[in-house]
């Protein structure tokens, strides 16, 4: 019996996708991490003109909490935390993240754990540790909620026979959208399998789907989607999804919006005031999001999506093989303004990638990130 039947003829393992893992492959949770952190709670950017950086930020649909001469910090519609905190700063450039703790004790192990210290932060507390790729992770509690701001319920609609908007018309606003909450956000790293383990081990973060090179699976998964375990509580299919790449950096960040009709008329918004569109609208096959990209003015990548999948802690990553066409059940084919590998930087960053010391990269990766992407 092939690993496929065997986990279909078996109840107590739940599998989305077509395989799962194969006896010996990662198996996409650490079995006694350090803590396990309850979700994601805001990004932290700098841009160097903030009034620039927050006009596109309201175009895209965020809500202004706070503004000061050295940052501004946005929200969306559903109370918690802010989504991001943007800061000046010489260039435009993506900080890092900041996770919420489940409990003020998950703060104290971290800091023993890592050596650092449970520092104040925003009216609550943090601990700042630094990723295997790199990037400066807050892990936060404490941090006082904003309320709920009113916002539109998802549209009546009409199926066939159900018709729940009898004598009624259907006028979506093509105006801003109206951010729900901070959804995930992606890295591209050299360092793929050390941050990981990290995120694993440290975070408690679980895998929901692996992707791999065609052809090279018994080399080990070359990105992940991961998402945090709440136990019997569904959580987003992806908080975090992190993708070995020839240069270690922000790939895109992604945020809720309520429903299809929001996230199109949202975009014509941001189309007709001249903002550059990356890929969508379409529907992802990890995670099932209907998704539409943007791109900032300094071409930092936004999404609008809705409908994504929740998974509770029983279900178990699924492994695909990694292709472009891959990454959407339905939609326009994903564009080089989407994958990058148009960007003049790129062929630079594989040279260094391939002589730098301590990351994952060798050639016969890169071609198949190359063949993948084509693909
Ligand atoms: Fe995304």
């Known amino acids: ?98 996770f919420a703790a489940d409990a003020r004790a998950d703060l104290d192990r971290l800091a023993r754990a890592t050596d650092s210290r449970v520092v104040p932060h925003r009216g609550g507390q943090a601990v ?4 295997p790729s790199g990037f400066p992770v807050r892990v936060v509690h404490g941090v006082p ?30 105006r801003a959208a109206q ?33 791999y090179l065609d052809g090279r699976r018994e080399r080990g998964p070359v990105m992940a989607f991961i998402r945090c375990d709440l136990g019997t509580v569904p959580s987003d299919h992806h908080t975090l999804a992190m993708a070995l790449q020839p240069r270690t950096g922000y790939l895109h960040s992604a945020y809720q919006v309520t429903d299809l009709d929001e996230v199109a008329a949202a975009g014509e918004y941001l189309r007709e005031r001249g903002y550059r569109h990356a890929w969508g609208i379409g529907r992802h096959i990890q995670g099932s999001q ?39 059940q339905w939609g326009p084919k994903a564009t080089a303004r989407f994958t990058g590998t148009r960007d003049p930087g790129v062929a630079l960053a594989a040279i260094k990638a391939l002589t730098d010391k301590g990351n994952e990269v060798d050639f016969a990766t890169l071609r198949g990130l190359v063949k993948a992407m084509a693909s």
């Open 1 to 98: 019996m092939d690993v496929g039947t065997q986990r279909a003829a078996d109840p107590h393992r739940s599998l989305h996708s077509d395989t799962g893992g194969l006896p010996g492959e990662h198996p996409g949770r650490s079995r006694d991490p350090l803590v396990k952190v309850a979700g994601l709670a805001w990004l932290e950017f700098e841009k160097p003109d903030l009034p620039r950086a927050e006009r596109f930020l309201v175009d895209f649909g965020f809500t202004v909490a706070d503004r000061t001469p050295e940052a501004v910090v946005l929200r969306g519609h559903w109370a918690g935390t802010p989504s991001l905190v943007v800061r000046r700063g010489a260039g435009s450039r993506f900080f890092g993240p900041a």
């Open 128 to 131: 700042e540790l630094t990723d």
């Open 145 to 174: 909620d904003l309320p709920a701001l009113p916002e539109r319920g998802p549209l009546p609609l009409n199926f066939g026979h159900d018709t729940a908007r009898a004598n009624g018309t259907q006028r979506p606003a093509r």
């Open 179 to 211: 951010i729900q909450r901070l959804g995930h956000v992606v890295f591209g790293t050299t360092r793929f399998r050390a941050a990981l383990d990290w995120y694993l081990e440290t975070l408690g973060l679980i895998v929901s789907d692996f992707l």
């Open 290 to 328: 209907i998704f539409d990209y943007w791109r900032d003015p300094d071409r930092l990548m936004f999404e609008h999506y809705t409908d994504g999948d929740v998974f509770d802690a029983s279900m178990e990553p699924g492994w695909a093989p990694l292709s472009a066409s891959g990454l959407s």
